[in-house]
């Protein structure tokens, strides 16, 4: 095939128009450090880019959470440890006055041990990013508050309900305590009921509550089974002279899983604490169906975790101490149980706050490594870039000079 001057003009021009474009590229990218412009100059790197841009999103989200979860844990952990040596100081107290000695000064001891139960239901409502810290998922009120007579601290029913934060695709972490499971009266009904009974058997247990002066009642508790993996339930609560002062309007249908004995819902909804409030005559407890399953016999229990919440508590102390009567071997356990509690509670605060440091530290490295990836696929090595700049302009001059001496000359050369 015989080259033409055309031939060798086109292509002149083309190699040079190429050249152009590689050096204007090369200044773009050393101008913006950025060497893919658009998905078309590397469709691979740009897949892998935005593949690592998306995870990056969704990594700065966990941290943002884990942030987030964090101030309010050491919220949490700040008012837990208030509280916490408030009651080593009440503790202190009603060890003293087991001597003779200091129980001629019992309305001394009642002040201080007002002062800690003011201070107590203080904290208890304090709040940390305008939530209050024990109020459970409901912000509707203040968690404890004293009742119209003074005579009595009433809990808000609400204060249950776990606030949590998603700190991975498959996490999501509870970072409060709530005010029902550190200083509520929660009766657990745990133990078994027999799958293979007839409809029809009813298995019946009771448990000694009290209102918050102190006085005793007795929860009568009733399941009836229905049909295979149903029950009905009811309970009653009995005073003294054996009145009944509440029953349940309607039984509650309870249905357990055929297989695992799991209970699976409570008038058709998932299992949640039952609240008993019952202001007029100062009772507020709560009952827990969760360990409650069906197996091969009827073994039914009821569990309070108290008698008496720890602000009623101390305050019947505080009442009797000013009457003169010193706090029993029965009130001293019962308060040092609810210090146990609170320590409890600090060190699953405390475990809760490892799990989102080592989580933390974990979702920077692999941030820190998508961001190196993005940059060795996407950022222009400087120094490179400008050697290889200055080779391109090079050869431009060189083939313009080239082709001043090949091409064919023009008119103008022969005038």
């Known amino acids: 095939m015989r080259i033409t001057e055309t031939m060798m003009s086109n292509y002149y021009v083309g190699s040079i128009n190429k050249l152009k474009e590689r050096i204007s590229l090369l200044q773009r990218q050393i101008s913006t450090g950025v060497k893919i412009e658009k998905p078309s100059d590397s469709p691979t790197g740009a897949v892998r880019i935005i593949r690592n841009n998306d995870q ?140 293979n009974s007839a409809a029809g058997n009813t298995v019946s247990q009771s448990l000694s509550i009290y209102d918050n002066l102190g006085n005793q009642y007795t929860l009568q508790f009733n399941l009836l089974k229905t049909n295979s993996n149903q029950y009905d339930l009811t309970y009653s609560i009995i005073d003294s002279s054996n009145n009944t002062i509440y029953s349940t309007p309607t039984a509650a249908q309870l249905v357990f899983n055929s297989t695992s004995g799991k209970l699976e819902t409570v008038d058709g909804s998932s299992p949640s604490i039952i609240n008993i409030n019952l202001p007029s005559n100062n009772i507020n407890t709560n009952i827990d169906l969760g360990l409650l399953r069906e197996s091969d016999s009827d073994s039914l229990q009821l569990n309070s975790n108290q008698d008496l919440d720890i602000f009623n508590q ?39 706050v490892n799990q989102f440091t080592a989580i933390e530290s974990m979702l920077n490295q692999q941030n820190l490594d998508l961001t190196e990836s993005n940059a060795q696929i996407n950022s222009v090595d400087a120094a490179k870039a400008i050697i290889e700049l200055q080779g391109q302009d090079y050869l431009l001059q060189l083939s313009q000079k080239l082709a001043a001496t090949i091409l064919p000359k023009s008119l103008l050369d022969y005038l």
């Open 56 to 195: 990056i999103s969704q990594i700065e989200s966990y941290l943002k959470n884990i942030q987030t979860g964090l101030s309010f844990l050491d919220q949490t952990t700040f008012a837990l440890q208030s509280i916490q040596d408030e009651m080593v100081s009440v503790v202190t107290k009603l060890e003293e006055l087991i001597n003779p000695v200091n129980q001629q000064n019992m309305g001394l001891y009642a002040d201080m041990l007002e002062s800690s139960l003011n201070l107590i239901l203080d904290v208890s409502n304090s709040k940390a990013d305008s939530k209050y810290i024990f109020g459970g998922t409901d912000q509707s009120g203040k968690p404890f508050a004293y009742s119209s007579d003074g005579q009595t601290i009433e809990q808000n029913t609400k204060i249950r309900g776990y606030n949590k934060v998603r700190i991975s695709q498959s996490i999501e972490q509870r970072i409060n305590i709530t005010g029902l499971e550190l200083f509520g009266t929660i009766i657990s009904v745990e133990g078994t009921l027999d799958k």
């Open 314 to 352: 101390l305050k019947l102390i505080i009442n009797n101490l000013r009457n003169g009567i010193p706090p029993t071997n029965q009130q001293r356990a019962a308060v040092n149980a609810f210090n146990s509690r609170v320590v409890s509670k600090l060190s699953e605060i405390g475990n809760v």
